[in-house]
């Protein structure tokens, strides 16, 4: 079946640092990809997404490109802030399943002042 | 205005209670989901409607039973509940084009005691 995977956390970073998320997926077809955000105690919202392949998705200065040779979305930033502290989920849109989001496990990032 | 709401924010009970969480959402979305996320975030969905009618029923105890009175409203009703039901229930909505990602509620934490 479809499945995300993606790298484990925590990830602790100093401020300003340079930020990569690894997501890799399985797929059967073309499936749409997603970034999701989990702030403490609230609920995920989407940060950005790609529907096919070449697609970059860019919100907040978060960008992550739909690699269908390599099944990868990584997700980048060029400088994090204390403020980027959240759970980021990666995820696939499972057409053949009405539209079912597949989520990877989400990595943990702290990101120190 | 809340695009997806859910009530209770919170909700203690004692093991063998039967109780309910309500979502609705303002989207005009015609489809709506409910997630359940663990205490390692791991976020798995249990059903998915489609303007009202059941989409979606992954393997999940029969103690759980969904209920859509109309395309704005899901709840969840769970009877004689268990210590394991601990968890947080996020409940999201999203139009019939997979593409566009979903919009999440802001979650219900269920402690069972």
């Known amino acids: 079946g479809n499945s995300v995977t993606q790298m484990e956390g925590p990830v602790t970073l100093s401020e300003e640092a340079f930020l990569t998320i690894n997501c890799t997926y399985t797929?059967?077809?073309?499936?749409?990809l997603f970034w999701y955000v989990q702030y403490p105690g609230e609920g995920l919202q989407l940060l950005l997404k790609?529907?096919?392949?070449?697609d970059k998705g860019s919100n907040k200065g978060f960008e992550a490109t739909y690699r269908k040779e390599t099944t990868s979305f990584h997700l980048e930033k060029g400088s994090v802030q204390v403020s980027d502290s959240a759970v980021y989920f990666c995820?696939?849109?499972?057409?053949?399943?009405?539209?079912?989001?597949?989520f990877g496990a989400g990595t943990i990032l702290r990101v120190k002042s | 205005d809340t695009a997806v709401s859910q009530t209770p924010k919170y909700l203690v009970t004692q093991m063998g209670n039967d109780k309910s969480i309500k979502c609705e959402q303002n989207l005009g979305h015609d489809t709506m989901y409910w997630y359940k996320q663990d205490s390692k975030k791991f976020l798995k969905i249990m059903f998915s409607y489609n303007n009202k009618e059941l989409i979606i029923n992954e393997t999940v105890p029969n103690r759980f039973s969904p209920k859509s009175p109309d395309k704005a409203h899901l709840n969840l009703h769970i009877n004689s509940l268990e210590l394991g039901d601990s968890a947080v229930y996020f409940c999201?909505?999203?139009?019939?084009?997979?593409?566009?990602?979903?919009?999440f509620g802001s979650g219900t934490r269920l402690t069972v005691v």
């Open positions: 797929a059967t077809g073309y499936p749409s």
């Open positions: 995820a696939l849109s499972d057409r053949a399943r009405g539209n079912k989001l597949v």
């Open positions: 790609a529907t096919k392949a070449d």
């Open positions: 999201a909505s999203s139009p019939r084009d997979g593409d566009y990602g979903y919009t």
